[in-house]
């Protein structure tokens, strides 16, 4: 039953060799979700055989274009693929504005309906089905691209139940999806027999945030609270900290403080600057805050495990 995230960029404005810009996969229970989308992206999606036409839901943190500018190339690959299934986009209105005007231009269409949800900048649900809940949240970007962040919650499942013990109290078959949902069975004789004896607890929820091109704010941490994996950029090193403010971007530093404050379970770290050749140097400023922060890069996967945690001390 996968929780599965795959990066197919860390890097931030500009690509290098060996780390694309912004981009990564999302696999919850076979629902795959696209997160970001820059240049190059569906030649990752091949390079690290993501089956993308499983793709029904991309999301878009903001107008910067190593956020966006592959989506359209991706978009048009897959109506040549003969894809039919609507595909859901969530993003600034202004990006239904931007792809109208580019498929108006080229005198094209899609062959499958493309379908925008406009983002808000208030704290949403924008995606909700049996299995998964996703919000939307404001993060501090520049004016004028507006930034979200997004948060992925696996929903509780139902409890398992002990074939043994069922069978042993008799318990009908008409009656199974009661005890799934937390019943206790009464016997014919009125005898009470607690759920707990008949079931056991379902494997605990997972969830997984993502937080890109944004000011340090302690609020933010609200928006993510107990996530069991986060990620966050860090952009630059704290010898940078003026820069990272200049540019509204975060340190290694404080997406720790971020994930702290937070209570997550881990901590991935991305969206570098081209100026480090090797990220790796920003780790022990993150791990001095948060031990369990980790560098990520093009290809790295990550199963999400649920992690319990105590508040006010972290990790147990």
Excluded at 37 to 59: M, S, V
Excluded at 163 to 168: I, N, P
Excluded at 219 to 226: M, N
Excluded at 300 to 309: L, M, Q, S, T
Aim: aromatic residues 12%; proline residues 5%; charged residues 25%.
């Amino acid at each position: 039953m996968k929780f599965e995230l795959t990066i197919l960029g860390s890097g931030s404005a500009v690509p290098t060799s060996n780390r694309n810009s912004a981009a990564q996969v999302l696999n919850v229970l076979e629902r795959y979700f696209l997160i970001d989308c820059a240049e190059g992206t569906q030649h990752q999606l091949r390079r690290f055989h993501i089956p993308y036409n499983k793709i029904n839901h991309i999301f878009i943190s903001h107008l910067h274009g190593d956020h966006y500018f592959g989506l359209i190339g991706l978009l048009s690959t897959l109506s040549l693929q003969g894809r039919k299934g609507a595909m859901y986009v969530y993003a600034d209105v202004r990006l239904q504005e931007i792809f109208d005007f580019q498929m108006k231009k080229m005198n094209s269409r899609l062959g499958y309906p493309l379908i925008f949800h406009p983002l808000s900048r208030n704290e949403e649900v924008v995606y909700d089905d049996k299995v998964v809940k996703v919000t939307s949240f404001p993060l501090k970007h520049r004016y004028e691209a507006p930034v979200c962040g997004f948060c992925f919650r696996e929903k509780e499942r139902e409890r398992t139940i002990r074939r043994d013990m069922a069978e042993a109290w008799k318990v009908p078959v008409a009656f199974m999806q009661h005890l799934k949902r937390g019943a206790d069975f009464i016997t014919p004789e009125g005898e009470v027999i607690e759920n707990a004896r008949l079931t056991m607890d379902p494997p605990p929820a997972r969830s997984y945030a993502y937080m890109t091109d944004t000011l340090f704010r302690k609020q933010f941490a609200e928006y993510v609270e107990g996530v069991d994996l986060l990620y966050h950029e860090a952009t630059y090193g704290k010898d940078e900290e003026c820069l990272a403010k200049e540019t509204f971007h975060s340190t290694a530093e404080q997406a720790a403080c971020m994930a702290r404050l937070a209570g997550a379970g881990r901590l991935l770290l991305g969206h570098f600057s081209a100026r480090y050749p090797d990220p790796l140097c920003l780790l022990p400023e993150a791990q001095a805050v948060f031990p369990k922060s980790f560098i990520c890069s093009d290809g790295d996967v990550y199963e999400v495990p649920a992690v319990k945690r105590n508040m006010q001390e972290g990790i147990i």
